[in-house]
């Protein structure tokens, strides 16, 4: 099975910066998409920013500007840096892809367990 694991989270002040990473392992043909999503206490889960195969990326408007999304596909990785981080930055991080089994060929959405990301001073 695929598994995707976050790394890099955290307590950060405000204006401090983090980067996360997401590596995804197992049984891998090929990764299409692949996004950030958080969720803080009672919230809905948003998109924070996604990427494509080829390199072109989506941002949420709330951290346009302050966030980057990139990935290295040889190691099935995707990133996301964090600058000037606010208090409303803080929720739980998940890491997303699309992905098709290089066991199975079907294509389907994997999730990351989560990296708590707390900004606080």
């Known amino acids: 099975q695929v598994q995707l694991v976050e790394s890099g989270g955290g307590l950060v002040q405000p204006g401090g910066s983090l980067r996360l990473s997401c590596a995804a392992s197992?049984?891998?043909?090929?990764?299409?998409?692949m996004g950030w999503y958080r969720q803080a206490p009672g919230q809905q889960r948003e998109l924070v920013a996604a990427i494509t195969s080829g390199g072109a990326t989506n941002y949420a408007d709330s951290v346009q500007g302050r966030f980057t999304i990139s990935r290295d596909n040889a190691k099935n990785t995707v990133y996301l840096q964090m600058n000037s981080l606010k208090p409303e930055d803080t929720a739980v991080y998940y890491c997303?892809?699309?992905?098709?089994?290089?066991?199975?060929?079907?294509?389907?959405?994997?999730w990351g367990r989560g990296t708590q990301v707390t900004v606080s001073s």
């Open positions: 997303n892809a699309d992905v098709r089994s290089g066991y199975s060929y079907v294509r389907r959405d994997f």
């Open positions: 197992g049984s891998i043909f090929s990764i299409y998409d």
